[in-house]
């Protein structure tokens, strides 16, 4: 069964920095790309940043861009997601999801940015 | 980025009646290799999203064939056939064609 599971959220204020991770089972690791999704309170579904299965390609949101880094450690099976110079606005839910289809995703880890 | 507009916002939808959204993008999802990269997500209440549909008209794994997706190049559409309560959440459209975007979600809700 393929399962994904997420930690490092928390409460964090603005400015600081915060790293989340999602270890991955069920499945090889290796062979799929992965995606970081959030969802602000109430809010729809934003794509974060993406990563290929050997790192080769990583993409951003531009509203990420520059301040978060996505990397992955595939003898450890565990995405993660480096997020720095955090703001208000990054409060969310985030959910890493795999490809292809974003057909898996995990229960989210709750991002809280404030003083 | 390519935009992905949902209508309607809500819909309530009677036990057993069938409910459709729709969902339109800013270019076409169509790629050359013939696939039309549009996906469809529910999210219920309290829960992740899970897929229901891939590349516009395939049903996930597990997902009752009482879904369905159709649709163009730009212009697409999920059927839900005789509605349950477990189908009660917001659904959502999503591109895969480029870097993921997704629609403001539909809620259904039961009468």
């Known amino acids: 069964e393929v399962q994904l599971v997420e930690s490092g959220g928390g409460l964090v204020q603005p400015g600081r920095s915060l790293k989340l991770s999602c270890l991955a089972s069920?499945?090889?690791?290796?062979?799929?790309?992965m995606n970081w999704i959030r969802q602000a309170p109430g809010k729809g579904l934003e794509w974060v940043a993406s990563i290929s299965s050997s790192s080769s390609y990583i993409y951003y949101a531009d509203t990420v861009k520059g301040r978060f880094t996505i990397s992955r450690d595939n003898a450890k099976n565990t995405l993660y997601l480096q997020m720095t110079s955090l703001r208000s606005e990054d409060t969310a839910l985030y959910y890493c999801a795999r490809r292809p289809g974003l057909a898996y995703w995990g229960q989210g880890t709750l991002v809280t940015v404030s003083s | 980025d390519i935009v992905m507009t949902q209508a309607p916002l809500s819909v309530s939808v009677t036990p057993g009646e069938s409910a459709s959204i729709s969902c339109r993008s800013s270019?076409?999802?169509?790629?050359?290799?013939?696939?039309?990269?549009v996906y469809w997500y529910l999210q219920k209440p309290g829960k992740s999203p899970q897929l229901l549909i891939y590349r516009m008209s395939n049903l996930a794994s597990g997902v009752p064939d009482r879904f369905s997706g159709s649709g163009s190049e730009t212009d697409f559409t999920l059927k839900i056939s005789r509605v349950e309560a477990e189908d009660v959440g917001i659904y959502y459209c999503?591109?895969?064609?480029?870097?993921?975007?997704f629609g403001a979600g539909t809620k259904l809700e039961l009468k």
């Open positions: 999503g591109q895969l064609l480029e870097n993921p975007t």
């Open positions: 270019k076409s999802l169509l790629h050359s290799n013939g696939i039309t990269y």
């Open positions: 069920g499945f090889t690791f290796s062979n799929y790309g």
